[in-house]
T-cell receptor, first 112, second 114 residues
Framework: GESVGLHLPTLSVQEGDNSIINCAYS??????FIWYKQESGKGPQFIID?????DKRQGQRVTVLLNKTVKHLSLQIAATQPGDSAVYFC???????????FGPGTRLSVLP | ETGVTQTPRHLVMGMTNKKSLKCEQH?????MYWYKQSAKKPLELMFV???????ENNSVPSRFSPECPNSSHLFLHLHTLQPEDSALYLC?????????????FGEGSRLTVL
């Protein structure tokens, strides 16, 4: 999930497959992380969050993994569907607070 | 529907125009934010308001002027903008400033400066 030049990294997956979107965060003091989904023409929508005292959290079809040692966050989407096509952002903050720092985003394309 | 409503959704203006973006949140939150989303950059925080008091101004040029008349409404007044200000402007709210979880975003106002 890191910026490559001026273009958003893109992940293309076959419908029904699992997707893994990655994010490297910068601040070792960050203690709260969120994944957002942004569909074309819409604002970012909350998907799932995780606090730094956890390594893994599961939602409906989504799992977030946190590796504090290497400052890495990932979002796993099971059985990817066409409606999952969007840009996915990670966001980090410390003190569970308002100064969120957002990653550049990864575009997920679901192929029929 | 996130409970955060932005108007207008699209705005085209000349560099000498004055316009305003409006945001309203129906969530009973105490903090509101303006973010700028450009095609080639991550989301950039512009302003933060808590209980109608501005608590952060992230080195934003004075041609952007925020206003928060109450905890439910937030405006961004625009004056003498530049073409590079063309972007999606997102409003967000949260329950408070700290220890309050995620931001709730509106759909954004797409601004084009000619």
């Amino acid at each position: 999930g890191e910026s490559v030049g001026l273009h958003l990294p893109t992940l293309s997956v076959q419908e029904g497959d699992n997707s893994i979107i990655n994010c490297a965060y910068s601040n070792s003091a960050s203690d709260y992380f969120i994944w957002y989904k942004q569909e074309s023409g819409k604002g970012p929508q909350f998907i799932i969050d995780i606090r730094s005292n956890m390594d893994k959290r599961q939602g409906q079809r989504v799992t977030v993994l946190l590796n504090k040692t290497v400052k890495h966050l990932s979002l796993q989407i099971a059985a990817t569907q066409p409606g999952d096509s969007a840009v996915y952002f990670c966001a980090e903050t410390n003190n569970y607070g308002q100064n969120f720092v957002f990653g550049p985003g990864t575009r997920l394309s679901v192929l029929p | 529907e996130t409970g955060v409503t932005q108007t207008p959704r699209h705005l085209v203006m000349g560099m000498t125009n004055k316009k305003s973006l409006k945001c309203e949140q129906h969530l009973g939150h105490n903090a509101m934010y303006w973010y700028k989303q450009s095609a080639k950059k991550p989301l950039e925080l512009m302003f933060v308001y808590s209980l109608e008091e501005r608590v952060e101004n992230n080195s934003v040029p004075s041609r952007f002027s925020p206003e928060c008349p109450n905890s439910s409404h937030l405006f961004l007044h625009l004056h003498t903008l530049q073409p590079e200000d063309s972007a999606l402007y997102l409003c967000a709210s949260s329950r408070g400033l700290t220890n309050t979880g995620e931001l709730f975003f509106g759909e954004g106002s797409r601004l084009t400066v000619l």
